[in-house]
Structure formats: C-alpha cells, structure tokens
C-alpha cells in the first residue's frame, strides 16, 4: 500500500511542475515582458525638443556641454529629445537610472554608440520623472531632462 501512495505522490509532483512551468513560460514571462499600451502621443509626440552637444564640449574648462543642459519637457507633447554633437569628437548619451519600458536603455552606447560628429541621438521618455545624464568618454559632461505629467 505504501509502495502505490509513493507512485501517486510521483506523479502528482511531475504534474505540479509541468503546470507550474507551463504557467511560467506561457503566462507570467509574456506579461513581465510586454511593452504597455500607452497613447500615440507619448510614443510618438507631435513635436521634439533639441540639445546640442556644443563646440569644445569634451574640454573641462569649457563653460557648457549640452545646450540647454536641463531641459522640461511634456508628456505627450515634447517628450522625444534629438541630441546633435556640434563638437569635432565623438560623444555619448548615458544614464545610468533609466531604461524605458517602450523604447529601451537611455544610452546612445546601447543603440547607436557614439555620437559622431554631425550626428544626432534621439529617445523618446513615455514616463514622467528626472533623468540625469553624461557623455562615457567626457564624465564631466552632464545633462538632465524632466519629463512632466501634461495637464491639458
């Protein structure tokens, strides 16, 4: 009798695992890995805002780096950002605290690498809130955008 309560217990564990890895493949990573439904305006606003990444930009007694340095935008409105480097070396634009849930890392060394001269980076923020960032190869060189609820 024992014997058939240790065959049953078996086959009760097995099928608790196959359930139980099928929920984990087939439910629970599609929905922690979906992007969200946001509104087209936030993935794709109507207008952009521009910094550039000025002249002499990677020296440290230059005076600015990124123009306009801070920089509030709207969600929905203006909330995509075109950085240009201006500078005659290559730069790059990198946080550290933000990795967007549509359009990935805040970094141009994750998508694009450097930015060139005569080239632009652009990202596109679809949540509110303050994002620092700075250029790898010229740490002195940061920069924030704040992206706000829009109240219209």
Known sequence: ??????????????IAVGVSIGYYQYVYVPEVN??????????????????????????????????????RTTIGINNRI????????????TSDNYTDAVNGKFDSMATIGLVL????????????????????????MTGKVQVIENFA
Not at 5 to 13: D, L, Q, R, T
């Open 1 to 14: 009798m024992g014997n058939n309560a240790g065959g049953i217990s078996m086959v009760a564990f097995v």
């Open 34 to 71: 979906a992007k969200p439904i946001l509104p087209e305006e936030v993935i794709n606003p109507p207008e952009f805002e521009k910094v550039n990444i000025v002249e002499g930009a990677s020296l440290d007694s230059n005076v600015k780096f990124f123009d306009p340095r801070d920089l």
């Open 82 to 93: 075109v950085w240009e480097n201006h500078d005659t070396v290559a730069h790059s634009v």
């Open 117 to 140: 001269p005569g080239q632009t980076f652009e990202f596109t923020f679809t949540k509110v809130g303050e994002y620092d960032y700075y250029c790898v190869p010229h740490p002195h």
